[in-house]
């Protein structure tokens, strides 16, 4: 994660940016992940992260509300948004994986039961000539009670439904067609 102290108008690699002076602009680019947005209220501080399974499982959220904390928030002042992402109806994961994330990003053990429509989304993997079964990950929802663990009031959070693989026309997706393109978030402050 990276402070106001980077240099102005250069580009850095990172998953987090947090900005404590006024009048500042902050960008992610993201695909299928999550923006998420943090400002608080107060003191204008804002943050971006670019979140996905991966960040959520390495509680990247809790990391920037300490970082917050250590700029004197106070958590009824944090205004969290989360942006455009795919959805779990299009994010399908195999069991192991699904059983890992929840491990690591939520803390709990959990069975793997299949749905009526999860069984329908199986598909047989040509090169192996073997079914599959993949199973629904909602990256926002678990992102939303990551932030009510950090005791952001629910009412202080704003979640988009836009779902990056549905929208062809509008947003890019990496899980939709590989591509390397990207649409740019930002915030200010």
Known sequence: MLGSHSQEGCKTDADGLVG??????????????????FADKKTRNVAALHCGRKGLEKKIIKNLVKIFDDFGACRDDLLVAIGPAI???YYLVDEMILKEFYKKAENKTIAVNLTKTEKDLCFSVSNHFKEQKLNQLDLKRSAYRQLLNENIPHTNIDISNLCTYKFKNEFYSWRRSKTTSRQWNLICS
Request: proline share 5%; net charge positive; with cysteine.
């Open 20 to 37: 404590n002076k006024c009048n500042q602009n902050l960008w992610v680019y993201t695909a299928d992940c999550m923006p998420l947005f």
């Open 87 to 89: 959805t779990k109806k």
